[in-house]
């Protein structure tokens, strides 16, 4: 086999392996990343589902930090009244604190005034602390609930991606193909041109003193 001819069937071998190769690659490319972007896909509606729950959740401990709130203001008011009740209850007792067991209730009821004014102080802290609380909560809960919407965004998105992935992929191979076929044509030419240049193989080429005149 003249050499030529031997270097181009080699390389022809070669183009045609390299498109199948190319071929094949391209969809094993293209599955791995319709794959991933499944993947991703399902994540993101989990996470979907975990954000609905979390702002779910979230609406519901606001609903229980408010009743906590009011629960704890009614709780203030009474216990304002009942040190106020006490004190009044006290003073008519100090009319009568000459009399011992008299005069240690009297006693015993102011000590029950300063606890319930400590009482009063710490449920006053707290119920402010709940009323500074509320509006951040509701701020993340306004956050949370749009999670969702935006999540459905990005789903939409990534499908939309892996169809047009999966519609690119003959594409991509005809791109291949084509490449290929334009290098087989091309290699062609070069051997029609090396055959019109140096003769085709077993035959002689004539030199310029052998042609008649």
Known sequence: ?????????????????????????????????QRGMARTAASMTSARELAVDTAA??????????????????????LVATRRVSAAV???????????????????LNEAEASIADVEINLAEASGSIGEAAPVLQKAITSLQTVPAELDRSIAEVE????????QVWLWRMAIAAGGAALGVMLGLVFQLHRSVFGA???????????QP
Do not use: C, H, Y
Not at 57 to 78: F, N, P, Y
Not at 201 to 211: D, F, L, S, Y
């Open 90 to 108: 006290r003073r008519i007792l100090d009319a009568g604190s000459i009399v011992p067991p008299i005069a240690n209730l009297s006693e015993m």
């Open 57 to 78: 959740s979230a609406v519901e401990l606001q609903r229980v930090i408010g009743i906590t709130g009011d629960g704890l203001g009614s709780t203030v008011d009474a």
């Open 1 to 33: 086999m003249n050499r030529s001819k031997f270097f181009t069937v080699v390389a022809s071998a070669l183009i045609v392996a390299s498109v199948i190769a190319g071929w094949v690659a391209t969809g094993r490319l293209a599955g791995a990343t």
């Open 160 to 167: 939309s991606n892996s169809e047009r992935v999966g519609d």
């Open 201 to 211: 193989p077993g035959v002689a080429r004539r030199t310029p003193t052998e042609v």
